[in-house]
């Protein structure tokens, strides 16, 4: 299941801090367990709920990254999310971390056939789980050599006429040029190169590394005021409701629907 879910009921004390409205479609993971798999896309069903700035969120350019996509990146890439987590009183994952972190980028036709690919395995794998309930170790290690090739080309054939990732890579950043002509978003940092030592595998013919800071924007706008803990009109995430593959609806708070702050 790669959607942020419902999670299990659990009370919590009073809380205060800032809180910022999430969108459906959007990338979200919470920094303290980013690497134990606490991260997902957000479903129609929590647009416009609200999460707190230790759950960062990114918009994806799905013209040229499908949401799916990185979602299956990260689940065959998340053991290796450890070795950038750094120590403060938790191990943790911060945003600017994420924008250094190199992607492998088919072309979008390539990314369909590879969710294809991932959830046709992944069907299989819940027909077998259910009739060899033993077996889950062993499932366990193929979903994540099958996540392994997903991410390296190998699932799906290579075909020569599609267009390479670099032209539509190229027309990415006339856009964002544009934008920063108009003024209409900020000149971004610029990111590193990315050297080959620190590739970790030769990718397919029309394929390209990117930094994913190239594809993903953090939100951190529309800051709410202090939430209370009568029903109103907007629903509000906090990072604890964030964990184990799913979203607590209890224990929310709410923000009017006309606020000052949105």
């Given at each position: 299941?790669?959607?942020?879910e419902?999670?299990?009921?659990?009370?919590?004390?009073?809380?205060?801090?800032k809180?910022?409205i999430?969108?459906?479609w959007?990338f979200i993971y919470?920094?303290?367990?980013?690497?134990?798999w606490?991260?997902?896309?957000i479903p129609?069903?929590?647009d416009?709920?609200e999460?707190?700035?230790?759950?960062?969120t990114?918009?994806?350019n799905?013209?040229v990254?499908d949401?799916?996509?990185?979602?299956?990146f990260f689940?065959?890439?998340?053991?290796?999310?450890?070795?950038?987590?750094k120590?403060v009183?938790?191990?943790r994952?911060?945003?600017?971390q994420?924008?250094s972190i190199?992607?492998?980028l088919p072309t979008?036709e390539q990314?369909?056939l590879i969710i294809?690919?991932?959830?046709q395995?992944?069907?299989?794998?819940?027909?077998?789980t259910?009739?060899?309930n033993?077996?889950?170790?062993?499932?366990?290690?193929?979903?994540?050599s099958?996540?392994s090739?997903?991410?390296?080309?190998?699932?799906?054939p290579?075909?020569p006429t599609?267009?390479?990732?670099?032209?539509l890579?190229?027309k990415?950043?006339?856009?964002?040029?544009?934008?920063?002509?108009e003024?209409?978003i900020k000149k971004p940092?610029?990111l590193?190169p990315?050297?080959?030592?620190?590739?970790p595998f030769?990718l397919?013919?029309?394929?390209?590394?990117?930094?994913?800071?190239e594809v993903l924007?953090?939100q951190?706008?529309?800051?709410?005021?202090?939430a209370?803990?009568?029903?109103?009109?907007?629903?509000?995430?906090r990072?604890?409701?964030i964990q184990?593959?799913?979203?607590?609806?209890?224990d929310?708070?709410?923000l009017p629907l006309y606020?000052?702050d949105?």
């Amino acid at each position: 299941m790669w959607w942020v879910e419902k999670r299990s009921n659990r009370n919590d004390k009073e809380w205060w801090t800032k809180y910022y409205i999430r969108k459906q479609w959007q990338f979200i993971y919470w920094q303290q367990n980013f690497h134990k798999w606490a991260f997902g896309i957000i479903p129609e069903e929590l647009d416009w709920f609200e999460s707190s700035n230790d759950l960062p969120t990114f918009d994806i350019n799905q013209s040229v990254c499908d949401a799916k996509y990185l979602y299956y990146f990260f689940a065959g890439f998340y053991t290796e999310l450890e070795k950038i987590a750094k120590w403060v009183w938790s191990k943790r994952i911060y945003p600017e971390q994420i924008y250094s972190i190199e992607i492998n980028l088919p072309t979008l036709e390539q990314q369909k056939l590879i969710i294809n690919k991932i959830e046709q395995f992944k069907y299989e794998e819940l027909e077998y789980t259910v009739k060899v309930n033993e077996s889950m170790l062993l499932i366990k290690s193929l979903r994540q050599s099958i996540l392994s090739d997903a991410i390296q080309g190998k699932l799906i054939p290579q075909d020569p006429t599609d267009e390479p990732t670099s032209e539509l890579l190229k027309k990415i950043q006339a856009e964002k040029e544009q934008l920063i002509a108009e003024k209409k978003i900020k000149k971004p940092k610029p990111l590193a190169p990315i050297r080959d030592e620190e590739k970790p595998f030769v990718l397919p013919e029309g394929w390209e590394w990117v930094r994913l800071g190239e594809v993903l924007k953090l939100q951190e706008y529309w800051s709410s005021e202090k939430a209370w803990t009568n029903n109103l009109d907007i629903p509000m995430l906090r990072m604890w409701n964030i964990q184990n593959w799913a979203i607590d609806y209890k224990d929310l708070k709410y923000l009017p629907l006309y606020s000052n702050d949105l």
